[in-house]
Structure formats: structure tokens, C-alpha cells
């Protein structure tokens, strides 16, 4: 099985086991955009999120995760696959509001309002965006299992799902991308899931 196949919670029981180098960077490798999403929407209740503000805080976090002899994660009851993910959410959170309670960053905290829906593809209502959305996923991975593919679909479902803006993913260390290269991914994935969609219609036999 290689390491991409392993269960995020067996991957972090083998990082604490054996304290392979390898399988750590690999650890972060599959966190680090979860815990980069969750830092940029943290920030959002202060100000704008800025690259270097953002960069800085995951660094912080990764910093309490792996901090003496990597305690906090060996804390972590570690019976589910989830488990992991919602730990490192309230980890990165908290993170954030620490950074803003200190006395030179304080920033009055915004009170957030009703959110506003994320956009969907052209084409495609919200109801009917939700109702695909399996179909969507399965034909986003049936494109390619390679490591750019996988970047692209993250990137599609932060924007259209989690209401990320282009520049706030351009943001992620991970990512790796410009604001336009950001922008040029979503119209390339848009216009697949749209001829995609216009193509199942067409094929939909009449009542």
C-alpha cells in the first residue's frame, strides 16, 4: 500500500512509532491545507487575510503540534479516522484567536453576519450544485490520481463549497499558485463540470 493509501490516522500512528522522517513530511503534507483553510477563515473575524500573516500561523501551529517530543499529538485519542482532522481544526483555530488576544496584534473582532453562499459553476443552481455534488467528486477524480490533479480538486471544492476566494487560495503554501493560476484552474474545472452536466441532460431519456 503506498503512502497516500494510508488512513491519516494509521499515517500519524507511524509518525509516532517510528519517527520516520519521511512519513512525518508526509503528515504535513496532507494536513497542512486543512489547517491553512482554517486559519484563513479564523482571520476573517479580524481583518483580511494577508500570505505572510497566514504562512506565519501555520507555522505556529505545526510549531505546538511537534513541540516537546510531539505531545499535543500523542494526546490525541486517536480511535477514529476523524479524529485527527477536528483535533488539528481546534488546534489551528486557537492558534489564531491566541495571536489576536496579544497585546500588540489586538484587532477589534469583526461580528461576522449571515455568511454569503458560496458562487456554483455556471449552469447550475445550488439545489442542483448539492444534488450532483457525488457525481461531481467522482468525475473530478476520474480526470487524473496524479499530485496536481488532487491540488485542482482541492482547489474546486474550497471555492465552490467552502467559499474561498481565489486570492485567499492563492494563499496556501500547498497550493502553490497565483491569483490567476488560481482563477485559470476554476475555469478549466468549471467548464468540464458544465459540458459534464449539459452532456448527462442531453442523455436523459424523455418522461
Known sequence: MGQEEIPIRDLLNFCL???DQERWRDFVRRTQPLIASVI?????????????????????????????????????KNEYENTIFGYLKVVASNVVRDHFRQTENKVEEIELTDPVL?????????VEFARLKDKIQTRLQSLSSSETHRRDETI???????GYTAKEISFLPSVGLTVKGVESTLLRLTRYVREDAAASSAEKPDP
Open 17 to 19: 512509532s517510528s519517527e
Open 156 to 162: 474546486f471544492w474550497m471555492y465552490y463549497e467552502q
Open 40 to 76: 484563513i477563515n479564523t482571520i476573517r473575524r479580524w481583518q483580511e487575510p494577508s500570505p505572510s500573516l497566514v504562512d506565519d500561523l501555520i507555522q505556529d501551529t505545526f510549531l505546538k503540534l511537534f513541540a516537546n517530543e510531539r505531545k499535543a499529538l500523542r494526546s490525541i
Open 118 to 126: 458560496p458562487p456554483t459553476p455556471d449552469g447550475l443552481d445550488r
